[in-house]
Structures are given as C-alpha cells and as structure tokens.
T-cell receptor, first 114, second 118 residues
C-alpha cells in the first residue's frame, strides 16, 4: 500500500464550485505540504503544516484553504474554483525528527476547472 | 529567499549516451540540495541529496551530482542513460539553518524533461 495517498486522482469541476482534495499518510510524519505543478513552472508550495496546530501559507495560497484534521490527514480546499487553478496537485510529507527531512510525495491529483 | 534555475527545459539524448542536467541556485544562507525525479503519471521520488561533506553525491539508478559552492550549481549526471530514465527531473533547495517556519521548505526549479531515444 502507498504511504501517501491522494483522493481523488482526477477531478473535473466547474468554475465557482467548491472542491476538496484529500491527502492521507501512513508514514507517521509530522509535516505535510500541498504543492501545485504547472508545466514550465515546477512545483510551487501552497500551504504547509508542521503539526496539527501549525499551518502556514506558502508562496501561492490565495484562493486555497487547508485543514489538518489529524496528524495523518491534510486536506486542500478550493472555495470557488477558477480555470487558472487547473493543475496537478501534490501532497507531501516529511519527518522533522530526521536529519534534513526528505519529502515523500503522493501520486498527485489532476484537477481541471472548466 | 532561495531560488532555483534549471537551465534546460528539455534534454533529448540517445540511449547509452551520457547526460548532464544543469541546476543553479541562489541563496543568502547555506542550503541543502536535492534532485527529484517524476516518471510519467507518478509522484516525485528522491534521486539524491547533498547535505554536507563530499561534494560528489551518488544517488539511485546510477545518477550522481556535484555540489559546486563557488558556482552555486548542483548539476546531475549519468554516464550512460537508459530508455527507462525518460522522466522529468526537478532540482530543489532548502535552508540548512534550523529554526523558524521556513526550515524544511523546498523551493523547486522549473523541471527538465529528459527524453531518451533508442
């Protein structure tokens, strides 16, 4: 079984709809991250959480919100989706108790906003 | 703040040829450096990382990278590529100074698509 799972894997939605992307991990890591990937732009950090009560904005948080429901779960919401939020979204985790935490990525959610 | 520039967006190469994917970074503090690989329709996985010590770092699948502090570079190399190396490769950097909420965050480059032709 995968250590970092994302649901759904693909999603098509319409402009103005609220959607939620979910991430779960079984690695026991305390830190979780949400990135979006756009062609030619690499990955950009949306939000990150260093523990359940510590949530921080990344470089492109506008239009997004997150919820850390438990150490193992970190959800990303688009309150009112717009077409330029069409992208590939990745969740990642890391362990702050490791010397320089390697980040482990989920398989991604491909989102299309019409 | 850190930034990462991958100098080639696409690199085509024939099987068994050597390849170098270039990465430059800028940072006002000491950094850790990473290369991740993304195979088609998959998430990212770590190829290798430089934390300290020897500037030549060996990773999985025969890849290696050399940290050059004076040139602020961390180029990825493989002496002989295979078809299965076709993927997108990302260079990334994080601060090496502990403390503060920015510690542990990765900044990625734009990615280099490596296509290996038979």
């Amino acid at each position: 079984d995968a250590d970092v799972t994302q649901t759904p894997r693909n999603r098509i939605t319409k402009t103005g709809k609220r959607i939620m992307l979910e991430c779960s991990q079984t690695k026991g890591h305390d830190r979780m991250y949400w990135y979006r990937q756009d062609p030619g732009l690499g990955l950009r950090l949306i939000y990150y959480s260093f523990d359940v009560k510590d949530i921080n904005k990344g470089e492109i948080s506008d239009g997004y919100s997150v919820s850390r429901q438990a150490q193992a779960k970190f959800s990303l919401s688009l309150e009112s989706a717009i077409p330029n939020q069409t992208a590939l979204y990745f969740c990642a985790t890391s362990d702050s108790f490791q010397y320089q935490e390697t980040q482990y990525f989920g398989p991604g959610t491909r989102l299309l906003v019409l | 703040a850190q930034s990462v520039t991958q100098l080639d967006s696409q690199v085509p190469v024939f099987e068994e040829a050597p390849v170098e994917l270039r990465c430059n970074y800028s940072s006002s503090v000491s950094v850790y450096l990473f290369w991740y690989v993304q195979y088609p329709n998959q998430g990212l996985q770590l190829l290798l990382k430089y934390l300290s010590g020897s500037t030549l770092v060996k990773g999985i699948n025969g890849f290696e990278a050399e940290f050059n502090k004076s040139q602020t570079s961390f180029h990825l190399r493989k002496p002989s590529v295979h078809i299965s190396d076709t993927a997108e490769y990302f260079c990334a950097v994080s601060k090496s100074v502990a403390g503060g909420t920015s510690y542990g965050k990765l900044t990625f480059g734009q990615g280099t698509i490596l296509t290996v032709h038979p």
